[in-house]
């Protein structure tokens, strides 16, 4: 979510030669194995983020001195070549970059490359596959039939069907995901299409379902540009904001044509790992029956927004009305007339508050801290126009482009991309601003101005994306109280800490959620889940993401502190984009080839 490319005319002569050279030097210098050659060619303030490429981990390195370790310990294994402009790519965004593809010893990379006064400032290198283990696409699509005679032949159903019999009985899956949701579904696609025997877990009867049963007026707050699955792009007519129910149909509908092995109306219970063996004991229940599952690798891909987060509040036990965390709210439909109290001011409140007005509720919001709000237009017009909209497509934008154009501004200057976009929406829509003040809603742009992705990035909560329920808050539409805590609850009231007590039929806690790793104390054993520490953030020592500072998303998408667990989620781009890079990791460790860790995330936080 941010404007990265420039208004200025690209040099492409100039660019080429400057590139070329600087490709040239650096591969040069790592032929030699010269680290310090190397490292020279990069400014004082540079950054390198490596996809898995160089360090088989997500990790960022900062300073010649990061670039120096970085080489020092992956280069004699790597043994990086073919370093060379991505013409397949096209140009990229302005005239001091490009797109870059090089060699490793096992695989093949593509990355992005910023110069400064000649040398590197920001480089981004990833793996794009694995030398011998590419995907069968393109010119090496399967024929789909074995031409000729052919004894006993198995049609295609028949084989899908003995693959789905075998598997998790006469077989084991190599890998086990535990949640269907979009982070499964599109990781689970990936790792069809490299060969790795895969079961996806998921508790709902259907998939789609953990979009289904959500309330009936969410719909998707990202445009359609920005959501795209793995493989298969959204049709042209697709809406720009995707309603639940339609979301939950193309997921199922993309479980199917995908060929995966999804189970649902299956819990996983619980998990434990066999250090010896190296592999995981999942104990699950399918359709009320108990069986086992013995996986070498176990992925978490319960959503982001894990488990849901609960306040204790004095009188919870009493009240008489309806109450219920956000992520179980039916929709408004039997509210109405209702007093409704909404605790919490940030996307679900606000969605939740909006349909329980339309029904003709009495709605309260309580909003205990100040949010960040932006209006979807502005922020589909200033922040997302450049890399995903329908103008980007026309201009040659791909989604790979404009994933990979994100991914090379490293988390640790992100922000500053970020303030000059937030500023423009702020000055756009300062009006839309004050009426939200003077009806007294507490408005932030995040600690540094940067707004929305960084408060996303560093703490996955504390914003609101707005398309239409501010209006009713500053209207008066929808009633608020700003700056005040729940002190108690009785039998048909909620008490506020500023003495006001608000009469209530229903309670909604829109109180957001715990770290992922919450998912892990409860299959496998709090120790596990205190040993991989907290997920997400970035250690920015703002607001709920206390430092120090990591680089990267704490235990996303890489090697954990526990072998063989990992943790996959984030919203539909994060979760089509790095299960890329999540596969290839477990399609390597499938086939026997050596995966040193460099930069293992150290442990800081555990919830």
Request: with cysteine; charged share 25%; proline share 5%.
């Amino acid at each position: 979510m941010t404007e990265t490319i420039t208004d200025r005319p690209v040099d492409t002569f100039g660019t080429r030669t400057a590139v070329t050279r600087w490709l040239a030097d650096f591969e040069k210098a790592l032929t030699a194995r010269d680290v310090d050659a190397a490292a020279t060619l990069f400014v004082e303030d540079c950054y390198w983020r490596d996809l898995v490429a160089f360090t088989w981990n997500i990790v960022t390195v900062e300073g010649i001195e990061g670039v120096r370790d970085l080489l020092g310990q992956t280069l004699d294994r790597t043994l990086p070549s073919g370093f060379a402009v991505a013409e397949e790519l096209g140009e990229a965004a302005a005239d001091i970059e490009s797109w870059i593809k090089f060699d490793t010893s096992v695989g093949r990379g593509l990355g992005h490359l910023r110069l400064r006064d000649g040398k590197a400032w920001t480089l981004l290198t990833t793996l794009n596959e694995l030398k011998g283990h590419e995907e069968p696409k393109r010119d090496r699509r399967p024929k789909g039939i074995e031409h000729g005679a052919v004894p006993n032949r198995r049609t295609w159903l028949e084989q899908r069907r003995r693959e789905a019999e075998e598997l998790g009985h006469a077989t084991q899956p190599y890998v086990v995901v535990v949640g269907g949701g979009q982070g499964g579904i599109a990781l689970g696609a990936r790792l069809r299409q490299l060969g790795v025997p895969t079961i996806i877990v998921d508790r709902n009867p259907r998939a789609g379902d953990s979009w289904r049963k959500r309330y009936k007026s969410l719909t998707l707050h990202d445009p359609v540009w920005y959501d795209h699955l793995p493989y298969i792009d959204f049709p042209p007519n697709w809406p720009v904001f995707s309603p639940k129910d339609k979301i939950a149909d193309w997921l199922e509908m993309y479980t199917r044509v995908m060929e995966l092995n999804y189970w649902s109306s299956t819990e996983c219970k619980s998990a434990s790992y066999d250090e010896t063996a190296k592999e995981w004991t999942a104990v699950i229940e399918r359709e009320g029956v108990e069986m086992t599952l013995r996986p070498k690798q176990l992925v978490l891909a319960t959503g982001m927004s894990g488990k849901p987060s609960l306040p204790k509040i004095d009188g919870m036990d009493v009240f008489k009305g309806d109450q219920h965390h956000s992520s179980e709210h039916p929709g408004p439909d039997a509210y109405s007339g209702k007093k409704a109290v909404v605790i919490g001011s940030n996307n679900s409140a606000h969605d939740i508050c909006a349909a329980l007005w339309e029904v003709g509720a009495d709605v309260t919001m309580v909003q205990r801290s100040s949010t960040h709000v932006a209006r979807s237009d502005s922020l589909m017009e200033m922040a997302l126009g450049a890399l995903y909209s329908e103008s980007a497509v026309a201009s040659g934008m791909t989604t790979q482009k404009a994933d990979m154009t994100f991914a090379s501004i490293p988390y640790r200057i992100l922000h500053l991309f970020q303030i000059p976009v937030y500023d423009a929406i702020r000055e756009r829509d300062a009006d839309f601003y004050a009426r939200l003040e003077n009806a007294g809603f507490m408005l932030d742009f995040g600690d540094d101005n940067s707004g929305l992705f960084m408060k996303y990035l560093r703490r996955g909560s504390g914003y609101y994306i707005d398309v239409g329920a501010s209006d009713l808050v500053a209207n008066g539409d929808i009633k608020l109280e700003s700056g005040v805590d729940v002190v108690r609850l009785t039998e048909d009231a909620v008490v506020l800490s500023n003495g006001k007590t608000l009469p209530a039929d229903l309670i909604v806690y829109a109180t957001g959620y715990g770290s992922m790793n919450g998912w892990a104390a409860d299959l496998i054993s709090p120790e596990v889940a205190a040993k991989v520490g907290k997920c997400w953030g970035l250690g920015s020592g703002t607001a709920k993401d206390p430092g120090p500072w990591e680089g990267e998303l704490r235990n996303m998408w890489k090697p954990t502190q526990q072998e063989a667990l990992w943790f996959h989620g984030g919203n539909l781009h994060q979760s089509r984009h790095y299960s890329l890079y999540l596969a290839l990791q477990l399609k390597a460790r499938m086939e026997g080839i050596p995966t040193p860790v460099y930069g293992l995330q150290e442990v800081h936080h555990l919830s």
